[in-house]
Structures are given as structure tokens and as C-alpha cells.
């Protein structure tokens, strides 16, 4: 069990829209993790902890993507959906705070390390989609932020369960703790 303070702790969930929660991923489905999701966040709600949903979105041209060279882009086929990046229906209450990016991390080039600090959060719980990519670009900056970084991993799915695994096991222990979301406590 992970006892954590719910008036510094702050679940911070990546990339639950419908354009991303819709792609194969591993172990399990999106559907599933935005199911575990919603059960986390009620949690947080219950306790008073900030619950923060954060979406990655561009302008209609892309101008404000990013334009470097890399051996793999990431377009789906038939490009994106009109409604690719809103959040998954029933995911969001009105007391969440959104977090719009537009790289595959949480920190950069947003407010969300200002709106933390401004809650006294010292703690962050994370999920999402996909585990090595925003998840983990999210943990990684947190943990340079400084910031303790809880990563519940049964609450994140990504392309292959191989990726998921390097992720959990290799990665994010090195930048905090890894636990199932049932483990995960919140106290007054």
C-alpha cells in the first residue's frame, strides 16, 4: 500500500481522448484503462485532491506542433478525427483543471507545473495513454521538477505489452514508484 496525503497529492491523467483511447494498445485496452481511470479519479474527488486531465491538441494547420526531423513521425492513418483530442465522455467533472500540450509532455510549454506548486502538490500519481511515451515524458519531468512521482500502472496501456513492461520495470522505478491503483491511498 501507498499512503499518500490528499491535500499534496494530485493524479494527473495523460492523453484520455478519444483519438488516442481509440488506438490498439497493450495490456489492456483504452477502454479499459479510461474505466480504471474513472475509478481513480473518484477517489481523488472524494479525498479533495486534485484531479488534472491533460489532452494533447494542435491548431487546424499544425503550426504549433513540433517540426523536427525524426526517423518515425507519428500520423494516423487517414489523419486525425475533428474530435481526436477532446477527453473521453465521463472522464471529466467540472472541479478538474485541464492541461492542453502539444509534445508528448505534461510540463513543457504549459502551466502544469505552476498550477501544482500553487496547490502545495508535492506528490503526482500518473496514468494515461500511452505508458512510454506521455506518461513517461510526464514522469521524467516531474522527477526533475522535483516533484515525488507515484506511476499506477495498471491505470496505462501503450503499442505493445513489451513496451509497457521496459516502462514499469526498467524506467519509471528509477523516477518513483510503481503501483497498481488499488494500492494507492489518500488520507485527510
Known sequence: MISLPATQTALVLIDL??????????????ATVVE???????????AKAPVILVNVAFA???????????????SPPGGFAPDWSELVDGLAQSEDLRITKRQWGAFYGTDLDLQLRRRGITTIVLGGIATNLGVEST???????????????????????????????HIFPRLGRVAASASITLES
Open 17 to 30: 481522448q478519444k483519438g488516442i483511447t481509440a488506438l490498439p494498445v497493450a495490456p489492456v485496452s483504452g
Open 60 to 74: 487546424p494547420d499544425f503550426s504549433d506542433a513540433l517540426h523536427t526531423r525524426v526517423d518515425c513521425s507519428f
Open 36 to 46: 480504471r481511470a474513472k475509478g481513480l479519479a473518484a477517489r481523488f474527488r472524494v
Open 139 to 169: 514522469a521524467r519531468a516531474a522527477h526533475e521538477h522535483g516533484y515525488n512521482v507515484v506511476v499506477a500502472e495498471d491505470v496505462m496501456a501503450t503499442f505493445s505489452q513489451e513496451m509497457h513492461l521496459f516502462a514499469c520495470e
